[in-house]
């Protein structure tokens, strides 16, 4: 092989390289940042929904129909866990089995211990032990009065989406390297041996 050929072999390598990592790199990005603000939308909206339509029910506590509600949301793909809870910050419904994560509790004591009213929904990125990384969406039901509407998001399924979609990028990078490589030799050995 000649060494005009390496030195070619070598910058397709290095191009490849450099192609592969940047696009991958802005994929990663724009895939997360996507998925991030899609969750937070559809979490925001089941907080919302639900913060709006339980004041009644809080306000009569009538636990019950505020469970069906809050029930018929953990089916929602992407929802690790939707829970309400008074302005005491006791628990008025939720959705864990068999018990509530002790990280969870410890969310709803420092939002306790802030003891003032919001009239906006609040997201927080939050590591839960027995769950994972978690999106928490807290809507304010009488704006923090009556207590607050809590869903949880899972980040896993974001990084799933990720890992898939880089690994079928980088897949097709690969063969279309090995195939600009396979190219590269056929053409360096056609042109080498009159020479």
């Keep these: 092989m000649s060494k005009l050929f390496k030195k070619m072999l070598l910058i397709i390598i290095a191009l490849f390289a450099l192609i592969a990592l940047t696009t991958s790199s802005l994929s990663v990005w724009e895939l997360h940042n996507h998925l991030t603000r899609e969750y937070k939308s559809k979490g925001r909206a089941i907080s919302e929904s639900i913060a709006r339509s339980s004041v009644e029910m809080l306000l009569y506590r009538d636990a019950s129909t505020v469970q069906a509600i809050v029930d018929q949301f953990i089916e929602i793909s992407g929802v690790s866990y939707v829970f309400v809870v008074d302005?005491?910050?006791?628990f008025i419904s939720h959705t864990f089995v068999p018990q509530i994560p002790e990280d969870v509790l410890k969310i709803v004591k420092a939002e306790?211990?802030?003891d003032k009213e919001k009239d906006e929904t609040e997201?927080?990125?939050v590591d839960i032990s027995e769950i994972g990384m978690i999106i928490d969406i807290a809507s304010p039901?009488?704006?923090?009065?009556?207590?607050?509407?809590?869903?949880?998001?899972?980040?896993?399924?974001?990084n799933a989406h990720i890992r898939t979609a880089v690994i079928n990028q980088l897949s097709l990078m690969?063969?279309?390297?090995l195939l600009a490589v396979t190219i590269t030799?056929?053409?360096?050995?056609?042109i080498s041996r009159p020479l």
Aim: hydrophobic letters at 55%; glycine letters at 14%; proline letters at 0%.
């Design 185 to 190: 030799y056929l053409f360096g050995n056609m």
């Design 123 to 125: 997201i927080m990125h």
């Design 141 to 158: 039901i009488l704006a923090g009065v009556a207590g607050h509407v809590h869903v949880g998001m899972d980040k896993e399924i974001i």
């Design 112 to 114: 306790k211990e802030e």
């Design 174 to 177: 690969f063969a279309v390297f």
């Design 87 to 90: 302005a005491e910050g006791e």
